[in-house]
């Protein structure tokens, strides 16, 4: 199975394009090196929030019929990891996946 990427485009400081081309690639594998992990996170957080966000959109009726009638507003609270509203009788959360 081959890995999918996602490639985000940056703009290269002036400084280090002046640099020698083995110099300037070196930083530059460095550079990936340090910020990979924490983009890779982010992107999971934010992808998990994205869609999480549309489920709850596709899940929320349109109108209600008369003889349907919304349910009352579900309790929530804070996740204390991320600090998300979530429902009070989760046992994970939705947004970042703490266990509650």
Do not use: W
């Amino acid at each position: 199975m081959e890995k999918e990427e996602f490639q985000i485009k940056l703009k290269i400081p002036e400084f280090v394009k002046i640099l020698d081309e083995t110099v300037r690639t070196e930083v530059l594998k460095e550079t990936e090196k340090r910020i990979k992990p924490n983009v890779e996170k982010e992107f999971y957080m934010a992808a998990k929030e994205v869609i999480s966000e549309k489920l709850e959109i596709l899940e929320t009726p349109k109108e209600f019929s008369k003889e349907q009638k919304p349910s009352p507003p579900k309790k929530t609270k804070h996740c204390p990891k991320c600090g998300k509203e979530i429902d009070t009788d989760a046992k994970f959360c939705r947004f970042c996946g703490a266990k509650l």
